[in-house]
T-cell receptor
Framework: DVKVTQSSRYLVKRTGEKVFLECVQDMDHENMFWYRQDPGLGLRLIYFSYDVKMKEKGDIPEGYSVSREKKERFSLILESASTNQTSMYLC?????????????FGSGTQLSVL | DQQVKQNSPSLSVQEGRISILNCDYTNSMFDYFLWYKKYPAEGPTFLISISSIKDKNEDGRFTVFLNKSAKHLSLHIVPSQPGDSAVYFCAASDRGGGSNYKLTFGKGTLLTVNP
């Protein structure tokens, strides 16, 4: 069964902290994505990666960075957390570039920045 | 600029009836459309998709209709069941436009199916 695992379900951090959100997929998928979901705004793409050590900006990359050192792992980094980054963060993967649209999502990390 | 619009934040239907969820898009370059379903505390799951070369795709109780001229698609669920209660996201991509197959999502519609 396809599995995308996000390391934390809930996370509470303070303003200015450096925050790491980890995501691991066990399906040998090429592509990995980070989205955030906010009420009334839907899902918005932060960053994505088509290969190890490769990254591309999504629609709202400001304030975030990513790391993909291994194929199965994609990390989202908030260099200095701010209250407007309080959100539900969803990691996703897809098999190849040609089937990019069929995403497999993790269960999400609800991040609160105080 | 919202390129994928789901204008109904919520929809309530009776069990056994038809649920119709609507989605409009503004980018004429979109050529592939998907619906995802999301339960609380879970990630979205892929439900059904349609290419712009078709106007209908069916999978069991779920049918998606595409009207390219109106830039409109709809998801029909027949018959609706209480387990269908979830948030439904419409999504679109521009496969031919070099956008790396990125998905653009709508804001979602919360469907509640009452027993």
């Amino acid at each position: 069964d396809v599995k995308v695992t996000q390391s934390s379900r809930y996370l509470v951090k303070r303003t200015g902290e450096k925050v790491f959100l980890e995501c691991v997929q066990d399906m040998d998928h090429e592509n990995m994505f980070w989205y955030r979901q906010d009420p009334g705004l839907g899902l918005r793409l932060i960053y994505f990666s088509y290969d190890v050590k490769m990254k591309e900006k999504g629609d709202i990359p400001e304030g975030y960075s990513v790391s993909r050192e291994k194929k199965e792992r994609f990390s989202l980094i908030l260099e200095s957390a701010s209250t407007n980054q309080t959100s539900m963060y969803l990691c996703a993967s897809s098999i190849t570039r040609a089937t990019n649209e069929k995403l497999f999502f993790g269960s999400g990390t609800q991040l609160s920045v105080l | 600029d919202q390129q994928v619009k789901q204008n109904s934040p919520s929809l309530s239907v009776q069990e056994g009836r038809i649920s119709i969820l609507n989605c409009d898009y503004t980018n004429s370059m979109f050529d592939y459309f998907l619906w995802y379903k999301k339960y609380p505390a879970e990630g979205p799951t892929f439900l059904i998709s349609i290419s712009s070369i078709k106007d209908k795709n069916e999978d069991g109780r779920f049918t998606v209709f595409l009207n390219k001229s109106a830039k409109h698609l709809s998801l029909h669920i027949v018959p609706s069941q209480p387990g269908d209660s979830a948030v439904y996201f419409c999504a679109a991509s521009d496969r031919g436009g070099g956008s790396n197959y990125k998905l653009t999502f709508g804001k979602g519609t919360l469907l509640t199916v009452n027993p």
